[in-house]
C-alpha cells in the first residue's frame, strides 16, 4: 500500500484552492485517530498562556504547526520535511494568519539539528521513514531545550499494515525497543502507551482502509453516504480507544523529556 500517491493528490488541491486547508485540517481531526492523542497530548502538556517554541519535524501537511499556532497565540512554529512544496505552501498560508510565525527548512532528519532551541518537538508517524532512527532521535534530543518534550507517535510491530508499506523503512516499532532507544540518548520516558487498540484498530479500518479500498476502485461517489453510515458508530470507537488501557495496539504514543 502506498500513500503519498494519495497525499500528494491532496496537496494539489489545497494549492489549487487554499480555502479548503481548514476544511482539510477539520477533517483530519475527524478521522485521524492518532491526530486526537497528538493534539490531547500537548493539551495536556502545556496550558494556554504557556509559550510553544514548536519543532515540528517531519511535519507533512503542517497540521499541527496550524494547531499550535491557532491556540498558542504567542507561539512559533519552525517545520522540516523532505518535501519543500507541502512546507512552502504551508508557509504561505501561515503569512496570512500566522505572520511572523512559522518559519521552514527542507532537511533529512538524519543529518540535520536546528540551530535554535525548543521545548516541544513532534515526531508523528516519521521515524518508520528513516533508517538511521537513532541519528534522527539524536538531531532530535540535541534541537529540545532542557526540560523540553519530544512527543513522538509511530506504528507497532503488531500493525500489520505497516509491514507491507512500500514507504517504510520498518514495518513497525517494538514499543520496549523504542524506549529503550530514547533512554540511552537521554531522554526521560514521561508516558508511553499503546494507541488503536482493539476499538482504535475498528476504527481505522472504517474510516481509512475501506475508504482507500473504494479510492482505488474509483468508487469516489459512494465516499459520502459511507462516511455518513458508518461515522457515528467510528466516532464511538475512537472515543473508547482514548479511554481504554490498551494493553496492545498497532500505534505507539511517547512523550519524552530532556532533563
Not at 519530544?150 to 503488531?158: M, R, V
Amino acid at each position: 500500500m502506498e500513500y503519498d500517491p494519495l497525499k500528494n493528490r491532496l496537496a494539489r488541491a489545497i494549492d489549487m484552492f487554499p480555502a479548503l486547508r481548514k476544511l482539510f485540517y477539520m477533517a483530519f481531526n475527524l478521522i485521524f485517530l492518532r491526530q486526537r492523542y497528538v493534539l490531547k497530548e500537548i493539551r495536556n502538556l502545556f496550558r494556554e498562556t504557556d509559550k510553544i517554541n514548536l519543532y515540528d519535524a517531519g511535519a507533512g501537511f503542517c497540521q499541527y504547526s496550524a494547531y499550535v499556532l491557532s491556540h498558542w497565540l504567542n507561539s512559533n512554529a519552525f517545520a522540516t520535511d523532505l518535501k519543500t512544496d507541502y512546507l512552502r505552501s504551508f508557509s504561505a498560508y501561515a503569512d496570512i494568519y500566522y505572520p511572523g510565525r512559522f518559519t521552514y527548512k527542507t532537511a533529512d532528519l538524519q543529518t540535520f539539528t536546528p540551530s535554535q532551541k525548543f521545548n516541544l518537538a513532534l515526531a508523528i508517524d516519521i521515524m518508520e521513514h528513516i533508517e538511521d532512527d537513532v541519528s534522527a532521535l539524536n538531531n532530535l534530543y540535541n534541537a529540545l531545550e532542557k526540560k523540553g518534550y519530544l512527543l513522538l507517535s509511530t506504528p507497532s510491530d503488531l500493525n500489520e499494515t505497516a509491514k507491507f508499506t512500500s514507504e517504510h523503512i520498518r514495518a513497525g516499532y517494538n514499543k520496549k525497543e523504542l524506549e529503550n532507544k530514547l533512554n540511552r540518548i537521554g531522554f526521560r520516558i514521561i508516558k508511553s502507551i499503546y494507541t488503536y487498540g482493539t476499538y482504535g484498530a475498528l476504527s481505522w479500518k472504517l474510516l481509512i482502509k475501506i475508504p482507500l479500498q473504494l479510492i482505488s476502485k474509483k468508487l469516489y461517489l459512494l465516499l459520502p453516504l459511507y462516511y455518513l453510515l458508518v461515522y457515528p458508530l467510528a466516532e464511538i470507537l475512537m472515543r473508547l480507544d482514548m479511554k481504554t488501557d490498551n494493553k496492545q495496539g498497532t500505534g505507539i504514543l511517547i512523550v519524552a523529556q530532556k532533563p
